[in-house]
C-alpha cells in the first residue's frame, strides 16, 4: 500500500464542496511540503497545488489546498463536471529518500 | 512550449533490459532536474527515479534500486531510464516530468509516457 493514504473515491453534484484527504507520517507530511496532481482520464498528471497550498498559474481558485500536521487536504469548491479525475497527493519522504504519492482519489461528478 | 516526448516503450521479457528516453524542449533543459514516475494498468502512480539538472544527485524508488540507472546528457536534451533485470510487476507506463526548479519535486510538465509490458 502507498506510503500516503487517501479515499479511493469521493463524489458531489455540480456547485458542491469536495474535500480530499492524504494521511501521512512525520517523515513525510509532517516535515515536507504537498503537492496535488490532477489526472484526467488517458490522460499525463498535471500539477494542481505546490507547495501545500499555492495555485500553479492557470489553475482555478476552486481548488486549494491546506495541510495541518501529518495531514494534508485538498479542497475543490463548486464543482464542475471537468473535475472528475483521479486526485494524487506526493511529499518528499525523508526516511525513504525520495518522493511518495497517495494511492489517488477518483472524483465522481454525480 | 515545453514538450517531454518519452520513446522506446515495447515488450520485454523478465529478466531483460530496456532504456527509455524522453527527448526534452521548450526550456534550458541544463537548468532543470528531471524525475520518472510510473503508473502499472489501472493503478495509481509511482514515483520512480530523480536526476539534478548536472546528473550529480540521483535518487530513486526503492522499489527500482539497484535495477534502474537515470542518465542525461544535456547536449541533447534528453533524459533516459536504463531498466535492467525487469519483472512483471515494472509493467506500467513510464512518463518523464520536469522539476519546477533545481530539485522541488514539483512536477510542473509531464511527457505523454511510454508503456513498458514485461511478459514472457
Known amino acids: 500500500q502507498s506510503v500516503l493514504t487517501q479515499p479511493p473515491s469521493a463524489s458531489g453534484t455540480p456547485g458542491q464542496r469536495v474535500t480530499i484527504s492524504c494521511s501521512g507520517s512525520s517523515s513525510n507530511i509532517g516535515t515536507n511540503t504537498v503537492n496535488w496532481y490532477q489526472q484526467l482520464p488517458g490522460t499525463a498528471p498535471k500539477l494542481l497545488i505546490q507547495s501545500d497550498n499555492r495555485r500553479p498559474s492557470g489553475v482555478p481558485n476552486r481548488f486549494s489546498g491546506s495541510k495541518s500536521g501529518t495531514s494534508a487536504s485538498l479542497a475543490i469548491s463548486g464543482l464542475q463536471s471537468e473535475d472528475e479525475a483521479d486526485y494524487y497527493c506526493a511529499a518528499w519522504d525523508d526516511s525513504l529518500n525520495g518522493w511518495v504519492f497517495g494511492g489517488g482519489t477518483k472524483l465522481t461528478v454525480l | 512550449q515545453v514538450q517531454l516526448v518519452e520513446s522506446g516503450g515495447g515488450v520485454v521479457q523478465p529478466g531483460r533490459s530496456l532504456r527509455v528516453s524522453c527527448a526534452a524542449s521548450?526550456?534550458?533543459?541544463?537548468?532543470?532536474?528531471m524525475h520518472w514516475v510510473r503508473q502499472a494498468p489501472g493503478k495509481g502512480l509511482e514515483w520512480v527515479a530523480f536526476?539534478?539538472?548536472?546528473?550529480?544527485?540521483?535518487y530513486y524508488a526503492d522499489s527500482v534500486k539497484g535495477r534502474f540507472t537515470v542518465s542525461r546528457d544535456n547536449s541533447e536534451n534528453t533524459v533516459y531510464l536504463q531498466m535492467n533485470s525487469l519483472r512483471a510487476e515494472d509493467t506500467a507506463v513510464y512518463y518523464c516530468?520536469?522539476?519546477?526548479?533545481?530539485?522541488?519535486?514539483?512536477?510542473?510538465?509531464w511527457g505523454q509516457g511510454t508503456l513498458v509490458t514485461v511478459s514472457s
Open positions: 521548450g526550456f534550458t533543459f541544463s537548468s532543470y532536474g
Open positions: 516530468a520536469k522539476d519546477q526548479t533545481v530539485i522541488t519535486g514539483d512536477l510542473d510538465y
Open positions: 536526476i539534478s539538472y548536472d546528473g550529480s544527485n540521483k
